[in-house]
């Protein structure tokens, strides 16, 4: 069954520390990747997003991922966070055929200490 | 374009009352999802149509959840009748499926949903 995993439920960093956020997934076709971000009492929005080609994406905020195919990983990374990026974060897969619906991880809660 | 529209922001009901959550998607998307999140279950995927047609409904609860999507711009989540255990924020997201592979959803500021 397809599943997306993110081992980190909580995380507690302060200002300027590095930030690394791991997701893995299961499913053995080809797929989309996602990572968004809820900030508290908000809706999900997107950070960054994996297609193809460049498997170093980019995103806002200074967040970018890898995508290791070899090991069906798609971590997010921030090399200095600040308070403001205190928020829930959520990696996603999508087929690229088929239902196209996403497998959502459980999220990761970033606690960033002023 | 406004996004993904989603009304009311919140609701307050009381157990056994109808609820109706309502959605308008991003004009031109052709998949419409519907996605429930609590602090116990975090983010499920409740239903989703691709061009109007429900595809997949194997995460609605249970017969007191359904969902209708008239036509391209509108979409309805009922929960009839409702429980406190419904209490959740419900969030709609419309995605371009069916445009080359890229189907990013977009997401709305949800429904704020308590059942007394």
């Known amino acids: 069954a397809q599943s997306v995993s993110q081992h980190n439920h909580h995380v507690i960093l302060s200002e300027a520390a590095s930030l690394e956020l791991g997701c893995n997934y299961s499913y053995g076709g080809t797929v989309n990747l996602f990572w968004y971000v809820q900030y508290p009492g908000q809706h999900l929005q997107l950070l960054l997003k994996y297609f193809s080609g460049d498997p170093l994406v980019k995103g806002i905020k200074g967040f970018e991922a890898e995508f290791i195919k070899s090991k069906f990983s798609f971590n997010l990374r921030k090399p200095s966070v600040q308070w403001s990026d205190t928020a829930e974060y959520f990696c996603?897969?999508?087929?690229?055929?088929?239902?196209?619906?996403?497998?959502f991880g459980t999220g990761t809660r970033l606690k960033v200490l002023a | 374009d406004a996004g993904v529209i989603q009304s009311p922001r919140h609701e307050v009901t009381e157990m056994g009352q109808e609820v109706t959550l309502r959605c308008k998607p991003i004009?031109?998307?052709?998949?419409l999802f519907w996605y429930r999140q609590t602090m116990m279950r975090g983010l499920e995927l409740l239903i989703y149509f691709n061009n109007n047609v429900p595809i997949d409904d194997s995460g609605m609860p249970e017969d007191r959840f359904s969902a209708k999507m008239p036509n391209a711009s509108f979409s309805t989540l009922k929960i009839q009748p409702s429980e406190p255990r419904d209490s959740a924020v419900y969030f709609c997201?419309?995605?371009?499926?069916?445009?080359?592979?890229?189907?990013?959803?977009?997401f709305g500021p949800g429904t704020r949903l308590t059942v007394l």
């Open positions: 997201a419309s995605s371009p499926r069916g445009q080359g592979l890229y189907n990013e959803q977009f």
């Open positions: 004009s031109g998307h052709n998949s």
């Open positions: 996603a897969v999508s087929p690229t055929s088929g239902t196209y619906k996403y497998i």
